[in-house]
């Protein structure tokens, strides 16, 4: 593989790939790795860009150490295209993937992600469909121990009055922030560990302080209650589980082989003049940082 090819393979693993983790919880070692897609493999690159995976770790702990934001914003980007930070599990990833020729309009990858006022029926529904189980929606959900929100992703929960699942407390902390139901301020999801990878999302539910309905109902809905404690009672389950909900969602609708193209640059199909895309790009990434 030539330079320009690792590089490109480089700015692509930025957004799709890694969990990186500062301090190394290596969760994955002794597990047995689930199935993966025919055409990818752990080793994809073992001979053509043999350092890779420690290029990509070295460049997002710069891009981290800057702007811890980042972080949040990435894994976001995972979960919806196809998803980083301090501590947290660390694992391999089947490599090989290539990029596709379509792009998804903001409008159809908007309709495809359940609300953050959606229930727990509605997502474990929505997420059935991309055979993700129960014990992989609750894990995924744990993304939320890092990022913000903006008051709208909850207001439902506010206004007109305070929804009666929510700690008292805590929703008068958040009509502080979010004075109205038009406010523009923005929030943490995790109020115990903002910034840090943890299983601190799951004891904010069980204290009903998780921000979203999509959240909150999670440990309200009897089908996830159980799952939503376990995870709150030992943070190395939820880590093993979500490492297995990360790589079976990674891998929905794979292209390898001969299939799609590898893009120059990630965000743009190498068709596509630069131009065209930035602009959408930037509002489907703001609107992704809200779920
Ligand atoms: C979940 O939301 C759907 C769609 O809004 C609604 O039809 C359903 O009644 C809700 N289920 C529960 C248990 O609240
Ligand atoms: C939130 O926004 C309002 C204006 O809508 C502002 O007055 C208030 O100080 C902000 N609160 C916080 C905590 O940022
Ligand atoms: C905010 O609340 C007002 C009054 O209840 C309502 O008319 C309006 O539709 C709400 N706006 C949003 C964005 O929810
Ligand atoms: C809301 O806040 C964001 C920054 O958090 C800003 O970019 C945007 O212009 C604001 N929108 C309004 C309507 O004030
Ligand atoms: C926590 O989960 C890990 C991973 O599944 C398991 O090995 C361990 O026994 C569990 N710890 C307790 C106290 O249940
Ligand atoms: C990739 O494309 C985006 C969107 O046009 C642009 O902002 C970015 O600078 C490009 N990155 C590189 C490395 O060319």
Known sequence: MDSVSCRSVFLCLLLISTFVSISHVKVCEAQAKPPIAKGLSWTFYHSTCPKLESIVRNELKKVFKKDIAQAAGLLRVHFHDCFVQSGGPEYDIPLGRRDGLTFATREVTLANLPAPSSNTTTILNSLATKNLDPTDVVSLSGGHTIGISHCSSFSNRLFPTQDPVM?????????????????????????????????????????????????????????????????????????????????????????????????????????????????????????????
């Not at 406010?183 to 999302?201: A, G, M």
């Not at 193209?261 to 992704?288: F, G, P």
């Open 167 to 291: 700690d008292k407390t805590f929703g008068k902390n958040l009509r502080f922030t979010c004075p109205t139901n038009t406010t523009n301020n923005t929030t943490v999801l995790d109020i115990r560990s903002p910034n840090k990878f943890d299983n601190k999302y799951y004891i904010d539910l069980m204290n009903r302080q998780g921000l979203f309905t999509s959240d909150q109902d999670l440990y309200t809905d009897k089908r996830t209650r159980g799952i939503v404690t376990s995870f709150a009672v030992n943070q190395s389950l939820f880590f093993e589980k979500f490492v297995i909900a990360m790589l079976k969602m990674g891998q929905l609708n794979v292209l390898t082989g001969n299939q799609g193209e590898i893009r120059a640059n990630c965000s743009l199909r190498n068709k596509d003049k630069k131009t065209l895309l930035t602009s959408v790009m930037e509002n489907v990434v703001e609107d992704l940082i809200e779920m």
